[in-house]
């Protein structure tokens, strides 16, 4: 199914696309950097509409949540595209590369998460804030059913697309790739100043947020970037968590993998600022669990995949000093 995109703008013989801040400037036959958005017949079509790269059932702490619903799982699924071209993409099959694909309408999407083992639907894999027409569409029909939309995202969108999902977003992790301007513009292709400001919004409107950073080799494996972008993420609020995730070489990408040395005092500068700073893509003695921000009790113990509830009441808050917490049961 092809769809017309509400957001876009007409400047001589080009088509703007308006839905992401890059504003492709598109002539007849031309598909944007997202892949998913192609001028037929003079239109600005969505050619990616319905089109599902990939749909699993997963648990919610690997997209990662770990204070949204934990032990819960989660039908996963995203489009084929990007609209970054980050050298390091861990999924650039399918988000750098026009991938096999195949259509769900809405309502059939909807039908898979009719049984109560899920407890919704979780748009990832590659960015889905590029599937907007198909999220805006399928998303009011999530809530109808008494399920949950979750978000897992580069951030990089337009205000006025972002504000039309709003309403409808529960959680998203956002990757919070630099807390550097200059290392935004020049190794992802977008501007941080928006991708902060959207980071904003949500916290704003009551979504549950969490931030991942991957600390990439030579990019942002410091603990005094690490520090900054810690420091910026407790100005809004110091118990957003941060997932702090080790690098491999991926990708255009051959920097070898972040140290162990460098990922300890990384999660270290972190925890200056934050109070909950968790490890991504590594086993390590701290960094897993979920304890208690008053008296230190585990909260939610995590081996891999594999959640254990302790001390949480049904409210999330703990049962051993009473002291409230982030964690939405």
């Not at 509400?6 to 950097?33: A, N, T």
């Not at 600005?44 to 699993?56: C, E, K, R, S």
């Not at 942002?220 to 100005?235: E, F, G, M």
């Not at 509830?309 to 703990?318: A, F, I, P, R």
Request: with cysteine; proline share 5%; aromatic share 8%.
């Amino acid at each position: 199914m092809m769809i017309s995109t509400p957001y876009y703008s007409r400047h001589s013989d080009k088509i703007i696309c308006e839905i992401c801040p890059i504003q492709c400037k598109l002539s007849e036959g031309q598909v944007g950097l997202c892949l998913g958005r192609e001028v037929i017949d003079g239109e600005l079509i969505t050619t990616n509409y319905g089109q599902l790269v990939a749909l699993h059932l997963d648990p919610i702490e690997k997209k990662p949540l770990y204070h949204f619903k934990p032990g819960s799982e989660i039908l996963s699924t995203g489009p084929n595209g990007c609209n970054l071209r980050c050298k390091w993409c861990q999924n650039c099959d399918i988000s750098q590369l026009k991938a096999n694909t195949h259509y769900y309408d809405p309502e059939h999407l909807i039908d898979q998460i009719e049984s109560p083992n899920t407890i919704g639907i979780a748009y990832t894999y590659t960015e889905p804030l590029m599937w907007y027409e198909y999220l805006r569409d399928v998303m009011p029909l999530v809530h109808k059913i008494g399920k949950v939309n979750v978000l897992v995202s580069n951030g990089y969108i337009s205000p006025k697309p972002l504000e039309d999902l709003v309403p409808y977003i529960d959680a998203a992790n956002i990757d919070l790739k630099f807390i550097d301007e200059n290392l935004y513009r020049k190794y992802a292709g977008c501007e941080l100043g928006v991708i902060k400001k959207n980071i904003e919004r949500m916290v704003e409107a009551g979504i549950h947020v969490e931030l991942t950073h991957l600390l990439v080799s030579g990019l942002a494996d410091n603990p005094v970037h690490t520090s900054r972008l810690a420091k910026w993420i407790a100005s809004l609020d110091t118990s957003i968590p941060l997932h702090l995730s080790r690098y491999f070489p991926s990708h255009k990408w051959n920097n070898p993998a972040t140290s162990i040395s460098t990922l300890e005092a990384c999660y270290q500068a972190a925890r200056e600022h934050l109070t909950h700073v968790y490890m991504g893509n590594i086993q390590m003695q701290d960094g897993k669990d979920t304890h208690c921000s008053s008296c230190g009790e585990i909260l939610i113990e995590r081996s891999s995949y594999h959640t254990t509830l302790h001390q949480l009441d049904e409210s999330g808050n703990c049962k051993k000093c009473g002291a409230t917490s982030t964690i939405i049961m």
